[in-house]
Structure formats: structure tokens, C-alpha cells
């Protein structure tokens, strides 16, 4: 079992920055990959970013913006996020992919808005 704790969200002006983290407790030797996702209100929940090894990868609609991190010392995860926009506004969660159980773990989520 793995358990991911998410912190950092709150209100933020158009142009403003914040940076989330996820702490990972529990089994997190079996992660192989780490994501943020977010649900806007009204919407689908989508992948904002994940992580895997030394390997990145960030929605386009976030890229150039956002950055996902892996401080693996201390089982968090990062995502800084700059520039944000009205329209990042939505809840964010963590998620971790263990593949050998297989199982996906999910943190309870962090509010970001952000106001025009």
C-alpha cells in the first residue's frame, strides 16, 4: 500500500506561481511512475505531468509553464507551477503506478485557483 498526501494548493492571481507537493508513504520502493493530474470544475480529470525515472513529460497545455520533480530522498513529488492562468484552476492529485501489484494510488487532491 502506498499513501500520498498532497499540499500547496490555494488562490492565486493570474500571473502568480505555486508549487505543489505529494508525500508518499508506505510500499514506495514499488513506484515506477508518479503523475499530477487535475479536474477542472465541470471537466474530465486530465494528466498534467508525470514522472518516471529521469523522465519527464508535461501536457501541452501546461508546458513551458509547469515543471514535475522527484525528490526521491524524501518520497515527494513537485510540480512548480508559473505563469498560471484562469483556467488552471481545477483540483489537482497526486498519482503513483506501482506495476508490480498492479496497482494506482491516489492522493485526496489539493485546490488550486486562480483568480483573473
Known amino acids: 500500500q502506498v499513501q500520498l498526501v498532497e499540499s500547496g494548493g490555494g488562490l492565486v492571481q493570474a500571473g502568480g506561481s505555486l508549487r505543489l507537493s505529494c508525500a508518499a508513504s508506505?510500499?514506495?520502493?514499488?513506484?515506477?511512475?508518479m503523475a499530477w493530474y487535475r479536474q477542472p470544475p465541470g471537466k474530465e480529470r486530465e494528466l498534467v505531468a508525470a514522472i518516471s525515472g529521469g523522465s519527464t513529460n508535461v501536457a501541452d497545455s501546461v508546458k513551458g509553464r509547469f515543471r514535475i520533480s522527484r525528490d526521491n530522498a524524501k518520497n515527494t513529488l513537485y510540480l512548480q507551477m508559473n505563469s498560471l492562468k484562469p483556467e488552471d484552476t481545477a483540483v489537482y492529485s497526486c498519482n503513483a503506478w506501482c506495476p508490480v501489484t498492479p496497482a494506482d494510488y491516489w492522493g485526496q487532491g489539493t485546490q488550486v485557483t486562480v483568480s483573473s
Open positions: 508506505g510500499d514506495t520502493i514499488c513506484i515506477s511512475v
